[in-house]
């Protein structure tokens, strides 16, 4: 039986680089049961929700997701759809990896790392108030819990273990933030020492930002907190070629959700022009969450084949290729 995805195409770009890639996996040789679901700022006129209850029902039964990027309302209200989807389903690792592309022009070749961030926690907790009316100082929460902290960190080191992967490198702020970073390096170093056979490194993360900038090829498996995360995730993207390259997956106990990690790119919507590499790495994490090894495999090799070749380079990668030209690129490569 085919495995049943939540699909959502979401805003701008987001229905041009979706398609494309459910036409990718699909010609990967996997059948997968897609459920078309709406989300973001083009769900509100239909739904008058960005988060329609329909599209939560259908995670919630599919317990997989792949998504374009959505665009939040503006106005009172409205808070992140991508924060409330990661909270709603309990999303609280959330993996992004970097691996060099032959063909896209960087400062480094051979970067292959992966950062695994904290989803749910830390100073994204969402508590955060005005100290008085006059809004003369502000106070944000950071929140960090034992469980939260060992669960995550067990998760890279599982990460790292299922995938031949031979170090993880913690990174923390505990010299300053004793308590919270504190909290997460004590845990840490405590699910390390379950994991002998792989090794593990604690770093800062000012010197981790440098030591990445310096020599990323020192890296392998790194795991931190959601505002580290993030900013670190972003940096080590840049190594590679940029957002527009980037996968991601949110990963639960009970679901999943693959996404580019790009936004709705409004400046080409609706062009034809969007790179839709980063979603269809998005399905090559998913074929790979779904135990789909051969085609996920497959795909990446497609992908990466069409980029290097150059023959349908999309502008953001200095070429004039549309999306459709470089889908078939890659298409031409799985047949
Ligand atoms: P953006 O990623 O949409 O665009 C930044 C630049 O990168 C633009 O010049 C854009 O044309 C280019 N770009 C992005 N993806 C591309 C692709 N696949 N191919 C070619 N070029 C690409 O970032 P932004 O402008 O800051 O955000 C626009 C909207 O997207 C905002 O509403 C923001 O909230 C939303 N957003 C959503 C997500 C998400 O859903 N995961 C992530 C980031 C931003």
Known sequence: MATAVTLIPGDG???????????????????????????????????????????????????????????????????????????????????????????????????????????????????????????????????????????????????AKSRGRRKVTLVHKANILKCTSGLFLETGRKVAARHAGIEFKELIVDNCAMQLVKNPNQFDVIVTTNLFGDILSDLTSGLIGGLGLTSGANIGVDAALFEAVHGTAPDIAGKGVANPSAVMLAGVMLLEHIGERTAADKLDTAIREAIASKEATTPDLGGSATSRMFTNAVLKRLR
């Not at 904290?118 to 100290?131: A, C, D, I, K, R």
């Open 13 to 159: 770009i987001g229905p041009e680089v979706v398609n494309a890639a459910v036409e990718v996996i699909e010609a990967a040789g996997v059948r997968l049961d897609w459920h078309r679901a709406a989300a973001g700022a083009g769900a509100v006129p239909t739904h008058g929700t960005p988060i329609p209850a329909a599209t939560l029902a259908s995670i919630r039964e599919t317990k997989l997701a792949l998504k374009g990027p959505l665009a939040t309302p503006i106005g009172e209200g409205y808070r992140s759809v991508n924060v409330a989807l990661r909270k709603e389903f309990d999303l609280y690792a959330n993996v992004r990896p970097a691996r060099s592309f032959a063909g896209v022009e960087t400062r480094y070749t051979g970067v292959d790392l992966i950062v695994i961030r904290e989803n749910t926690q830390g100073l994204y907790s969402g508590v955060e108030h005005f100290v008085d009316e006059e809004h003369s100082a502000a106070e944000s929460i950071s929140i960090i819990t034992r469980k939260g902290s060992e669960r995550i960190v067990e998760y890279a080191f599982q990460y």
